[in-house]
């Protein structure tokens, strides 16, 4: 089995049109979203029809989930002023989390995919993140492999149980990265019908580096009413 997940898009057409082209050679047995389609570009619309004609199933981010609602962030202005009506009733009906149930011969396996954590959409989890808590949302939340997104820095951590192993995965960010590298990122899962706790190295995580038409988002930023500092944090992958 193998699945594509992206998470962070922030309305940046450019890096979902060349992420749907490299996924051509991945061929990935399914893909997921996991949210924040809109926000910091200029594009929220155009990204939120992709998605929906191309059938992804996708999270609310914490992005998504406040569309419509009165704020100063000029993000949130920016796309309260452009998103159309049919676009906006699209990521307000947007699940919160993703359960997937896996029955392998040896054992059930719970994958759940959330946009910050299984607590909060705008929780960040990251790489520095102290393990035991981890392991106690994880637990508290009934995950194996947990998936997300929202800090825009990719991660994979195993951490040791009684039982075997848990996964913790960050996804990065396909349309705003903030690891240093200004490339789109997302991860692709792998594993086989062997996969099970007791083996760390049973669930493959390969994150992939996706290049696209930068000039055209950060000029299509800097031509509108956003900050032109969105357009430079895009350039530097900040």
Known sequence: MKLALFSDIHANLPALEAFFTQLESVQPDGVYCLGDVVGYCVWPNEVINVIRKKHIPTLAGNHDAVVGLPTNSPSGVFTNS????????????????????????????????VHGSPRRNNEYLTEETDAELLLEIMDEAGADVLCFGHTHKPFHRILPTEKGCKHAINLGSLGKPKDGDNRGCYAVLEWDANFSLQDPKGLKVDFQRVAYDLEKATSAIEASSLPNAFAQALRVGK
């Open 82 to 113: 452009v998103i159309g009506a049919s676009e906006k009733a699209y990521v307000l009906s947007l699940p919160a989390h993703i359960r997937l149930e896996f029955q392998l011969p040896g054992q059930c396996m719970q994958f759940l995919f």
